[in-house]
Each structure stands twice: as C-alpha cells, then as structure tokens.
C-alpha cells in the first residue's frame, strides 16, 4: 500500500471509529490511542518503509501489521459489524495485491490471532454487533471512498503502462521501419535506385540455385550493359549530366522490368538485368530494345540534346556458366566484345545460339 492509499484508508477508519466513539462515549484515553494508531501510525509506516534496506520487505511487514492492528481494534470494540468489515475488506485488499491468493488466509490469520489475544487478556468490550446510523452510514461511505481511490489508483498505473507498452511499440516500430531503410540503403544504388552489387552477390548464386533446381524452366539470363563513352560526357559536360544520364537508364531498365526480375548498377556506368526463366532469344531481345529505347532518349542541357548508346554483353546458364562466378565473367566478355566491336551493340557469350 503507498503513502496516500495507506493514508486515506486510516483517515477514513479514523472518522467511522471516531463516530462509534461519540455514540459510545468513549474515554479520552480511547480517543488519543485513535489518534495514534489511525493517525500517527500511517505515517511511522511510511517511514519505516520508506528508509528500510528492503523496500518491498518492509511493506509486506506493514501489511501484517495493519491485519494485527485491526485485528485487536475489533476486538477491542467489540466486534460492531460495519467497522469490522469495513477494517477486514481494506486489508484483505492490501494483502491480496501485495501477497497473491494467499493474502486472503495471512489476513485472516493475523486478525483472528490479535483479536483472539485481546479477547484472552480481556481488554475487548462485550460484543455489541450494532452501530448507530451515522456510523454505519460513515464505514459504507468510507468503504466506498477507499475502493473508488484504490481503483482509480489501479486505473492510473494501468494506463501508465499502457501508455508505457504503446510508447515502446511506436519507439519498436520506428526502430524497425529505420532498420528496413538502412537495410534498403545497403543494397540499394543511392542515385538510381536500383539494386547494388552487394544484394547481387547474394540474388545471382540463388537465381543459378533455382534454375538449377528447375526454376523457370532450368533458365536463367544475365545482360551487362556499359553507357559507351561515359567518362566523355561526365567531362564534355559535367557530372549532373552524368548522373542524369544514368538515372534514365535506370528508369528504362525498371520500366521494362517483368515479375521475379533484377535491376543493378553494377558499379558506374555498368548496369545489369537478371532475368529468371528468360531464354537466350528472348534475353537478346530485350537487350537490343533496352539499347535501341537508350540511343532514342535525348537528355536537354543548355539547349543542346544529349544523347548516348550502350553496348550490352548476354549470358546464359548454364551453356554460358554453371555458377554465378562463371555466368557473371562470360556476360562480362560479352560486353567486351560488343565494346570492341564498335559499340552500341548487344553480344552473346555464345552468338551461334542466338
């Protein structure tokens, strides 16, 4: 029980006993022990609580001294029935929070056994089970008061917590979405958006894996396509231009792009299709239209069109390579020979087959 819980429960004893006082015409000597134990007591808890090594421990101990105390208070009185539930139900709650299921038989216990003392050392009142109006009008209002402020303090930690779960959930969530994009960063070119060389080291072993296993019909096709004169118009006008220029190819590569298909920039002005389930004639095919698309688009800068070509290098698995290795080398040779062969061209590994 905290300080306030603790607190308001005495108070309000404090006013239902104080009224059962002033209709049994209570001693001075019974109105300073009220006093003292509904009173100062709730105080000297907290306090001993609040400084003991323990914490948790202490409050358990204030716990089965609230029990005994009430315990030797109903006796003491006589056993009036509204005060005695009253006192019984406030620490059976307590108990209950801070002890589980066995709080119910503690307070039990501890009650029985300090009311049993008072009765055995004849210092309680003969029982007198009634109580005046007032006083059980006051012991059902303070009942009422002490429930209300225990739940409504249940309600607060419990909307605490909530609050609490869905700040972590958000805080989660954020982590998971800043994941994701870090993660889309390191596979992903920054300046086209397409995928990086690290996602193709692990896309193109599983891509050969799956054709291999049957996927696609046992076919699978690598294009590496290279800008022809690249480092030409970086310098004639400059890398915005360059960039622009690669940005298009990007464009047009996803714009081509079939389901279960990969674009990469492979590393400058190197792109690269892979193309799952897609034969030789076809994968030249769609070389040729990519590279012919390229050679028609114009980029504007300071009124003059720019235009440039590709050459393209095919090859496919498994005639051209059995590993992702082998394919990605006969590709490269591929497009080398297109290079040397004046390029703006596409060139198979194997052009007997196409």
């Not at 998971?176 to 995928?195: E, F, H, N, S």
């Not at 690249?230 to 940005?247: P, S, W």
Request: with cysteine; hydrophobic share 45%.
């Amino acid at each position: 029980m905290n300080r306030r819980n603790r607190g308001i429960f005495y108070l309000l004893l404090f006013i239902a006993v104080g009224s059962h006082f002033l209709a049994t015409g209570a001693s001075a000597a019974a109105w300073g022990l009220l006093a003292l134990q509904f009173l100062l007591y709730p105080q000297l808890a907290y306090f001993w609580a609040l400084h003991a090594r323990d914490q948790r421990e202490a409050e358990h101990r204030n716990q089965v001294l609230d029990a005994l105390w009430a315990g030797c208070w109903i006796a003491g009185l006589g056993f009036p029935l509204w005060i005695a539930f009253t006192m019984f139900a406030g620490a059976c709650l307590h108990m209950v929070v801070f002890y589980g299921p066995r709080g119910l038989p503690l307070v039990m216990a501890a009650m029985g056994l300090s009311a049993g003392l008072v009765w055995a050392c004849g210092l309680g009142r003969a029982p007198h089970f009634d109580t005046d109006l007032r006083t059980t009008a006051l012991s059902m209002v303070s009942l009422t008061i002490f429930f209300v402020t225990y739940a409504l303090d249940g309600y607060r930690r419990a909307m605490d917590q909530h609050r609490s779960e869905m700040k972590l959930r958000t805080q989660f969530e954020e982590i998971k979405a800043l994941q994701a994009r870090l993660y889309q960063q390191t596979i992903c070119d920054p300046l086209t958006g397409l995928l990086n060389r690290r996602h193709l080291g692990k896309a193109l072993p599983a891509a050969v894996d799956a054709a291999r296993a049957g996927a696609g019909d046992g076919e699978l096709a690598l294009l590496l396509l290279d800008i022809d004169h690249f480092k030409g118009v970086n310098d004639r006008h400059g890398h915005e231009v360059g960039d622009e220029v690669l940005t298009a190819l990007a464009r047009l590569m996803q714009a081509d792009l079939q389901p279960g298909e990969l674009a990469y920039r492979h590393g400058g002005e190197e792109f690269l299709l892979l193309l799952p389930g897609c034969s030789r004639a076809a994968a030249f095919d769609r070389a040729e239209r990519l590279r012919q698309a390229f050679a028609g688009r114009a980029i504007g800068h300071q009124g003059e069109p720019i235009r440039c070509t590709l050459s393209c290098g095919l090859a496919q698995y498994p005639e051209d390579g059995a590993s992702a290795r082998e394919l990605l080398r006969a590709a490269d040779h591929a497009l080398y020979r297109a290079k040397d062969k004046g390029r703006n061209r596409s060139e198979a590994c194997a052009p007997d087959l196409v």
